[in-house]
């Protein structure tokens, strides 16, 4: 039961991700606004997930998971409703703000329970789940968009999927937090807390994690920016074909994070990880030497399969990696980081391309991975001296 009520929330929290894009003509010609809104609506969005992130650790201490969930999704049902009756351009800009606030705490809190309490393939399906969501999202803006209920109606949907989810999992709180309090015969998370942001910042090792999750962040959003632009310019493709890169690093993505569930089966974590840099490696030489489509798509889908095992594994690994305790702040600290990331990397790579040409854009992303595996080493290397110290 909690288990697909978790799948649900993640499902989710993903409708809403992509939903904007779909409808932002409609509602541009609608309410009358300008183009340029959509950035600082993305911007405010982004700041709302910061916000939620950096303050998860404290909700957590005091709600608990199940309930920090359900205020979330609580959240992001009125985003949605927020959109879906705008009026002006500060009530769109308002019901941004709920939409990231709403995801933001409800990940990395999903998140850390999830690395506590099952095993690793099921994070990477609930991510995949997220994927669907945000999949499914657009489609609901086209069917809506076919009907006199134009974009309103699409939202208002999305908006009622996630009140049936809010339903599903406040009938299942109960259960929820007897769960939290039976977790490997140890104390109920409401008298076990976590530490705080400040703590586990200063804990060994959290830095290096951190950067490790930073250098992901850098490799999934310049492959999210650039792709399409790099295949236009570097292999000659159509804007229709260019276009579908995009779309295949995603399906990618999804796929992977399929794939990566079942393989965590057998594997461990920290050696799908490794794999899948090795994997990616060989998807950005592609890109660097390729001449032609298909060698392109090649290396496009080869970095998306490989990027759909990196960040579940992670989080995964998180309670190794840094404690139990400190889990759920990194977790929220991590999402905060990505965040920013993925507000100041476009404006990073932007300039740079702009000034040196997008032939760069598989070099950047060969560092950013050595980078990510020269960090995985130093972390692992890390635990296994703290293993050694322990049992001394």
Not at 8 to 37: D, K, R
Not at 148 to 163: E, K
Not at 292 to 303: I, K, P, Q, S
């Amino acid at each position: 039961m909690i288990l697909l009520l978790i799948y649900l929330a993640y499902f989710a929290v993903g409708l809403p991700n992509s939903m904007l894009g779909a409808a932002w003509p409609s509602v541009q010609n609608a309410l009358g606004i300008t183009s340029e809104l959509m950035g600082t609506m993305a911007s405010v969005t982004a700041g709302g997930t910061i916000v939620s992130s950096l303050l998860c650790v404290q909700i957590v201490n005091r709600l608990g998971t199940g309930k920090t969930v359900l205020v979330s999704l609580f959240i992001s049902a009125l985003g949605l409703l927020g959109y879906a009756l705008a009026s002006s351009a500060a009530v769109f800009l308002a019901a941004s703000f709920l939409i990231g606030l709403s995801a933001g705490c409800l990940v990395a809190a999903l998140n850390t329970y999830m690395s506590l309490q099952y095993e690793a393939r099921h994070l990477s399906w609930v991510h995949c789940f997220w994927g669907i969501g945000s999949m499914i999202g657009p489609v609901l803006l086209t069917v809506s968009l076919q009907t006199s209920l134009m974009w309103r109606g699409g939202y208002g949907v999305a908006a009622g999927v996630v009140l049936a989810v809010i339903v599903l999992a406040g009938i299942g709180l109960s259960r929820w937090e007897k769960q939290g309090e039976e977790r490997s015969g140890k104390q109920a998370e409401r008298t076990d807390k976590f530490i705080s942001n400040r703590e586990a910042f200063g804990y060994p090792g959290v830095k290096l994690v951190l950067l490790l999750f930073l250098c992901y962040c850098a490799i999934e959003s310049c492959m999210n920016l650039w792709i399409t632009t790099f295949s236009l310019e570097r292999c000659q493709m159509s804007e229709a074909k260019a276009a579908f890169m995009s779309s295949l690093f995603f399906a990618g993505i999804t796929a992977g994070r399929c794939i990566s569930g079942a393989a965590n089966k057998k594997y461990d974590g920290f050696a799908l990880i490794k794999f899948s840099g090795v994997v990616m490696l060989i998807g950005i030489l592609l890109l660097l030497i390729c001449r032609d489509e298909g060698m392109c798509g090649a290396g496009v889908l080869l970095t998306g399969l490989a990027c759909a095992a990196i960040s579940p594994n992670l989080v995964h690994k998180l309670p190794q990696m840094v404690g139990e305790r400190a889990s759920q702040a990194v977790s929220g600290l991590q999402a905060a980081a990505s965040s920013i990331g993925s507000m100041l990397m476009p404006v990073l790579t932007g300039a740079l391309f702009q000034r040196l040409g997008l032939n760069l854009m598989p070099w950047w992303l060969l560092a950013f991975t050595g980078a990510l595996l020269a960090l995985l080493y130093a972390v692992e290397k890390r635990m296994t001296k703290k293993a050694a110290y322990v049992q001394e």
